[in-house]
């Protein structure tokens, strides 16, 4: 069953992957890898309930945490084209 969760998964990695390179936009291809972000999330903590490692959910979760701020910073940064400027300054 888990095996079958994690094809699942990888699927759906091909899938996000294909779009990050094919998006039409920008925001297509940063939606894409935050999508190949949080399945490889579900993936980590996947991998660690079948090997019998519950300490791979903390690495699962700091990944989530990593994704989310990287992709944050990447869209202020199409947004704006500098990550030190504030919706204040412009």
């Not at 888990?2 to 994690?6: D, K, M, S, W």
């Not at 690495?59 to 989310?68: E, G, K, P, Q, R």
């Given at each position: 069953m888990?095996?079958?969760?994690?094809m699942g998964l990888l699927v759906a990695m091909v899938l996000a992957v294909v779009r990050a390179l094919l998006g039409p936009t920008i925001y297509d291809r940063i939606m894409a890898v935050n999508m190949f972000g949080t399945k490889t999330v579900l993936l980590i903590a996947v991998v660690g309930f079948v090997a019998g490692r519950p300490d791979f959910l903390d690495?699962?979760?700091?990944?989530?945490?990593?994704?989310?701020i990287g992709v944050i910073a990447v869209l202020k940064y199409v947004r704006y084209r500098d990550l030190g400027q504030s919706e204040l300054d412009s």
């Open positions: 888990f095996a079958a969760a994690a690495l699962a979760l700091l990944y989530a945490l990593m994704n989310f």
